[in-house]
C-alpha cells in the first residue's frame, strides 16, 4: 500500500497509504478509502485507506496478542527503552524527509516542521526511552513482621489513541512514548486530514525492531474509526487529543463500552496577563508567538490578551506591528512561519468568527480576511480585535485560527475574574516585573499551565493538560508515564495467624 509523491524540498517519494497492522500493510476490509487535500493550494493530495471496525478489531486483536506475549511484562523496561531509543534515532536520520511530509500534509512551514516538530517529537522520544526503567512502586511497612506489602505499577493493556490534525507528528510522539515505556501496546487513530507522518513512522517502527502488534495504525473517520475505537470492548484506555465536543462523545462510548479509561487533551481560550510594569516590545513578541505559531491552530494558543490600561493603546499598536511582520508564505518556503489553515472549512470557521466579532461590536485593529495571494489555499490573515466585552462569542469561545481578542483592565483582581471567566482552563500566562505579583496571579489562574514572562515554550519532562473543560489527566513527564499504569497492592503474608 504505497503511492508515490512529489514532496517539495525532497523529490518523490514513496508513502504508505494503508492500515498497518502486525507490522504489515493492507487496504481496509472493504477497500474503502478517503482522499486528503493539499491546505497550501485546496488540490487533492492521496487517498488512505479507511479503517472499518472490522480493522479495528484486527488491529485490536494484534495489540491485545502482543500485550500477552511479546510485549507488557513480558519484557524488560530497558528492552522497550533501546527500540524507543532506536525510533528515535530512525527519527533523526529520516528528520529532513519527515518535516517535509509534515509541512506538505499540515501546510506549516517546513523550517518549523523539521525544526521544530519532528526535532520535538524525537526528544519526547528519548525522554520516555529513559524513563521506562524507572517505574517503580512503593514498599508499605506499616504492619511491622506481620505482613510484607509492596505496590506494582503494571502496563494498562491495550490502548486506542486518537490524535489531532495541528500537531500530527508531536502528537503521536506524545501519546506512543509513554505507553510503550509503560509496557502497553497501542492502536493509533491519526486525523483523517494528516495521516501521512503517522504513517511514515510505521516503517520505522519496524525498522526498529517492534514485535508485530505493539504499534498498529488505522487511519479513518472520527464517527467510524474513532467511534470503532472509544467502544471497542478490548481496548483498556483511550487517549484522545482534539476538541471539547469530541472529548464529551469519547467519554460517552467508552462509560457505556467497557468502562475504558480515558485521558483527554482538549481545547483552550487561553489569556495573556500583561501588567503596566512589562517591557511592551518583549511582551508584544510571545503574545504574537502564542496566537500566531502554527497559524493560530494551537489548542493552548494565547487568544485572549489582557492589557492593563495604562499601556493598553501602545500594547496594541505593537502587537499589531508584530501580526503585520509575520513571514506568510508557501509551506515549501524555509522563511515561512505562517502557513494555511488546514481546510476550507476551517478557514470560513474562522472568517465566521471574525464577522461575528465584527457584528457584536468589536474593532479589527489588522488582518480579518483572506490572505490576497491564497492561490486556492487556506490562508487568514493574522489578526487582532480590540476594545472587545465579554459577552461576545470571539471572546467566549475557541477560534482555533490566528485572531487574538484584546481588552483592557485595571486591576489585579479584575486581571483574575475576567481570565478565569471561561469554561476553559489549558494555559494562561503573566507578563510582568513584579514577582510577588507573577506568583499570586500563578497561583490564582485556573489553568493546567501557568507561564510567566514568555509563551508556548514545553518540554517533554513537564506535565500538560488542562482544568475545567480543557481536558482530563496529564501528559508529558512522569505524569504522563502513570496515564498508562495502573497500581496492584500485593499484601504478603509473614506471620498472621487466625
Request: aromatic fraction near 8%; hydrophobic fraction near 40%.
Amino acid at each position: 500500500m504505497l503511492a508515490v509523491l512529489n514532496v517539495p524540498t525532497i523529490g518523490e517519494v514513496q508513502v504508505p497509504t494503508g492500515i498497518f497492522v502486525d507490522n504489515e500493510w493492507s487496504a481496509s476490509s472493504d477497500n474503502a478509502t478517503f482522499p486528503t487535500v493539499n491546505p497550501a493550494n485546496g488540490k487533492p493530495l492521496l487517498e488512505f485507506s479507511h479503517a472499518s471496525s472490522v480493522d479495528v478489531d484486527r488491529a485490536v486483536a494484534s495489540a491485545r496478542r502482543a500485550f500477552q506475549t511479546t510485549w507488557g511484562n513480558n519484557v524488560p523496561a530497558t528492552a522497550r527503552a533501546g527500540l524507543l531509543f532506536k525510533l528515535a534515532d530512525l527519527m533523526e536520520r529520516d528528520s529532513k524527509l519527515i518535516g517535509a511530509l509534515e509541512s506538505l500534509n499540515s501546510g506549516k512551514g517546513v523550517r518549523i516542521a523539521a525544526g521544530g516538530d519532528v526535532a520535538d517529537s524525537i526528544a519526547c522520544l528519548r525522554y520516555y526511552a529513559g524513563l521506562a526503567d524507572k517505574i517503580h512502586g512503593q514498599t508499605i511497612s506499616h504492619y511491622g513482621k506481620d505482613k510484607f506489602v509492596y505496590t506494582l505499577h503494571q502496563p494498562i493493556g491495550v490502548c486506542g489513541q486518537i490524535i489531532p490534525w495541528n500537531y500530527p507528528l508531536q502528537m503521536w510522539a506524545w501519546k506512543i512514548g509513554p505507553a510503550i515505556a509503560a509496557g502497553c501496546t497501542v492502536v493509533m487513530k491519526p486525523s483523517e486530514l494528516t495521516p501521512l507522518t503517522a504513517l511514515y513512522m510505521c516503517n520505522l517502527v519496524k525498522e526498529a525492531g517492534f514485535p508485530p502488534g505493539v504499534i498498529n495504525t488505522v487511519a479513518g473517520m472520527g464517527a467510524t474509526t474513532g467511534e470503532a475505537i472509544a467502544r471497542h470492548m478490548d481496548i483498556d484506555k483511550v487517549a484522545f487529543t482534539g476538541s471539547v465536543i469530541t472529548g464529551r462523545k469519547i467519554s460517552v462510548a467508552a462509560a457505556e463500552s467497557n468502562l475504558k479509561k480515558v485521558t483527554l487533551e482538549l481545547g483552550g481560550k487561553s489569556p495573556s496577563i500583561v501588567f503596566d510594569s512589562a517591557n511592551i516590545k518583549e511582551v508584544a513578541n510571545w503574545v504574537a508567538l502564542g496566537i500566531f505559531y502554527n497559524s493560530g491552530q494551537d489548542c493552548c494558543a494565547g487568544s485572549r490578551v489582557y492589557v492593563q490600561s495604562q499601556i493598553y493603546d501602545k500594547f496594541v499598536d505593537a502587537l499589531k506591528a508584530k501580526a503585520e511582520q509575520c513571514k506568510i508564505g508557501q509551506p515549501c518556503d524555509e522563511e515561512t512561519s505562517f502557513g494555511p489553515l488546514i481546510s476550507e472549512a476551517q478557514r470560513d470557521k474562522v472568517l465566521g468568527f471574525i464577522e461575528s466579532g465584527r457584528a457584536e461590536g468589536a474593532r479589527v485593529l489588522t488582518g480579518g480576511h483572506k490572505w490576497a495571494q491564497s492561490n486556492g489555499g487556506y490562508w487568514v490573515e493574522p489578526t487582532v480585535l480590540v476594545d472587545v466585552e465579554p459577552f461576545m462569542k470571539v471572546v467566549r469561545e475557541e477560534i482555533f485560527g490566528p485572531v487574538i481578542v484584546a481588552a483592557a483592565f485595571e486591576t489585579e483582581a479584575e486581571a483574575v475574574d475576567i481570565a478565569n471567566d471561561t469554561s476553559y482552563g489549558l494555559a494562561a500566562a503573566v507578563f510582568t516585573n513584579d514577582t510577588r505579583q507573577a506568583t499570586r496571579m500563578s497561583h490564582a489562574l485556573d489553568a493546567g499551565t501557568i507561564w510567566v514572562n514568555h509563551y508556548a515554550y514545553l518540554h517533554p519532562g513537564v506535565p500538560f493538560g488542562g482544568f475545567k473543560q480543557s481536558g482530563i489527566g496529564r501528559e508529558l513527564g512522569t505524569y504522563g508515564l502513570e496515564a498508562y499504569t495502573q497500581v496492584k497492592a500485593v499484601h504478603q503474608n509473614l506471620n498472621l495467624t487466625l
